[in-house]
């Protein structure tokens, strides 16, 4: 997939613009502060409904206006067929709204996931120095958009979790807690079953790219469940591995008040191999951490090419401003390596855009206002 055209409407300082986004990608240069990152979040808006950033959809109207609207058309490389994909908000009601060629989906869901886009960040090093909410938030994003069935089970967790947790807030008796048992443990083994999957499939994957960046230092990826799994097959024996750790918890959750174990309890480790394995969040330095966060950018992207077959988007909000020489000239080699689809991506000045430096014409971007 590769985008052919986009339509901004009061979308963060970028006003009312037509684009037409050429084959290769684009790289856009400008100063601070005049609507670079602005430009991706609107792109991969598109992609998850929801803002890379980590902003709330009204930060996302301009201000002073009522509703933002971005329409991005997408085109398939090899079959050539398009498809029209927008969303809007609107600050009352806080009502978003998404359409796939034209039509309101059924869910909300199913309009996800079009362009098939990697955001490559600066505040990726969030992902390994936030707290595992950040990573749990990563794993939901990459397997709702790539595995089947994912975001539905995730939602049915979700639902199920919070009526649990109210049950047990607000002390209601242990009948009215265990009512929410099967339905988190059905959801829930989902949600862990695909996780522990997509990880463990990935961790080659994640230790060479880590090595290629860091020039020869390999890292581990862990996976560290919040139900104990070890031994543990998936379906039936997940799910009695779970029903088993909420019986043990009983006078935990009484005493706290919220659901102790399941997969909203997961995070990820990152151990640096040769140095004793030390955990990277503990240990790791800058650059390492950035190295970490990198690797799982390219583990995303080569999630798009391998589950859903197609070269995937990058979009690279000035991610090389913090990395040095070495590891960015590894990075770039890496990307110009593998298959990747258009490129997309940003710099304050025109010497840092050096991945296909030569192919990707030159847009500028002033106060919101692009010129190509
Ligand atoms: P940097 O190089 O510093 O990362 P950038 O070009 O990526 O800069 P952006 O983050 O894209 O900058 O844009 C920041 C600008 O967008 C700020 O001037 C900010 O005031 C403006 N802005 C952010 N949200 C809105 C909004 N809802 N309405 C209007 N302007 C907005
Ligand atoms: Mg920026």
């Not at 947790?165 to 339905?183: I, T, Y």
């Not at 997961?266 to 990198?294: I, K, M, N, P």
Request: negative net charge.
């Amino acid at each position: 997939m590769r985008l052919s055209a986009l339509t901004l409407r009061h979308f963060r300082n970028l006003g009312t613009q037509e684009l037409s986004i050429p084959e290769p990608g684009v790289a856009l240069v400008g100063e601070n502060a005049q609507g670079k990152s602005n430009l991706l979040e609107a792109i991969y808006y598109l992609e998850t409904l929801r803002s890379f950033r980590g902003a709330r959809d009204d930060q996302l109207v301009a201000f002073g206006e009522e509703v933002f609207r971005v329409v991005g058309v997408m085109e398939d490389t090899r079959e050539g067929a398009e498809v029209e994909v927008a969303a809007a908000f609107q600050r009352r009601g806080r009502r978003k709204k998404a359409t796939v060629a034209g039509e309101e989906p059924e869910r909300l869901g199913d309009a996800l996931g079009h362009l098939g886009a990697v955001v490559f960040s600066p505040a990726d090093v969030g992902l390994v120095n936030d707290g595992p909410g950040e990573r749990r938030r990563f794993l939901d994003i990459v397997l709702s958009l790539n595995v089947e069935g994912y975001l539905p089970a995730l939602q049915r967790y979700r639902h199920a979790l919070a009526q649990r947790n109210a049950a047990l807030r607000e002390h209601h008796p242990r009948a009215a807690v265990q009512v929410w048992d099967e339905p988190l443990v059905r959801a829930g083994a989902c949600v862990l079953a695909a996780r522990r999957c997509w990880l463990g499939a990935q961790q080659d994957r994640f230790s060479h790219y880590h090595a290629g960046v860091a020039g020869g230092q390999t890292a581990l990826l862990e996976y560290r469940p919040g139900v104990p799994l070890e031994g543990v097959g998936d379906g039936d024996e997940m799910e009695a591995a779970f029903r088993e750790a909420l019986t043990g918890s009983v006078e935990r959750e009484r005493r706290n008040g919220a659901t102790a174990v399941g997969p909203h309890r997961d995070d990820l480790r990152f151990r640096l191999d040769g140095e004793g394995g030390v955990d990277v969040r503990d240990y790791g330095s800058g650059g390492q951490r950035r190295t970490v966060a990198l690797a799982l950018r390219l583990m995303e992207a080569a999630t798009i090419r391998g589950l859903r077959g197609r070269e995937p988007v990058i979009l690279l909000d000035d991610v090389f401003a913090e990395l040095d020489g070495p590891r960015s000239e590894r990075v770039l080699e890496i990307m110009e390596r593998e298959e990747t689809g258009q490129v997309i991506l940003t710099a304050p000045k025109e010497s840092d855009i050096r991945l296909r430096g030569d192919v990707l014409p030159r847009w500028r971007i002033r106060a919101g206002r692009i010129e190509a």
